[in-house]
Structure formats: C-alpha cells, structure tokens
C-alpha cells in the first residue's frame, strides 16, 4: 500500500532502521526501532504483508508469528539485562500490523504501565550496534532450530 509507511520502508522508498533488519523470514521483519522511540533493544516486529491486526493474520502468519517471537525474545535476552519484555501492538501510528518489543532492566523502578510511559531513548548508534549482535544470535538460533 503505497501511503502506508512501513510498506514504504519494506521497499527501501524510507531510511532503513538502525543496523537494518535483524531477521527476516516469508512473514516477518524484525528491527530496531529508531533511537529517540525507546530505549536500547526496542524492537518492531513488522508483517511483511500490508494488513491491520491479528484478526487479518492468514493461518500460516497466525502459526509462524510464535516461533519468531521465541526467537527474538531469546535473542533480546542474550544481549541485554532485560528482567521483562514487554509487547505492545496498537497500530494507531501506523495501520499495517506491528508488535513493539520493549525489554525492561532489572535495575528499572518503574513496572508494566508506568514503565512502557517513561520517555526512554538510545541513540541510533547504539541501536545499531544492538541490531548486530541481535542478527548474529538469530542467525545462529535459526540454524539450530
């Protein structure tokens, strides 16, 4: 869909996410989001179909969506302190469908709710670098899976 921003992402017609995609498979993408969204390992899982939410999803998007959150969610927690990490799907900024990832720090005060409305930030360097590490574990857990 054209006016569609994550379509036009998928098409190299915006800026690619920090570090590029993390994973990719017939169905998902998986990226960084941009620095100034969130803090260091917030992550968008993208459909790489244009449609709104899970009700939309086809059977094989539906059964295939579990096993890349496994993946991810392992990966997140092999290269951050993330005691939790949240997920958050509102398709509100942008209708296409998409789960935020949001890990949360074992030194973080702040729980659930209070938490996911702190202004948290990274810079798109750090992001970067994240998303390296983050490709190579997913690489790495693909193969053995």
């Not at 190299?12 to 960084?32: F, K, L, N, S, T």
């Not at 927690?77 to 990490?85: K, L, M, V």
């Amino acid at each position: 869909m054209e006016s569609c921003f994550i379509c036009r992402k998928h098409k190299g017609q915006e800026a690619a996410p920090p570090g590029g995609y993390i994973y990719e498979d017939g169905h998902w993408r998986v990226c960084h989001a941009p620095g100034k969204l969130g803090p260091l390992g917030t992550l968008f899982i993208e459909s790489k179909r244009h449609f709104l939410d899970y009700a939309e999803m086809t059977d094989e998007e539906s059964a295939s969506l579990g096993n890349v959150m496994k993946k991810i969610y392992h990966a997140l927690r092999t290269h951050t302190d993330a005691e939790r990490i949240y997920q958050l799907a509102t398709m509100e900024g942008q209708p296409h469908f998409h789960n935020w990832l949001v890990p949360r720090g074992r030194d973080v005060a702040e729980r659930g709710v209070k938490f996911l409305s702190r202004d948290d930030s990274c810079s798109d360097e750090e992001a970067a670098e994240l998303a390296g590490k983050l490709r190579e574990t997913m690489k790495k857990w693909t193969a053995h899976t």
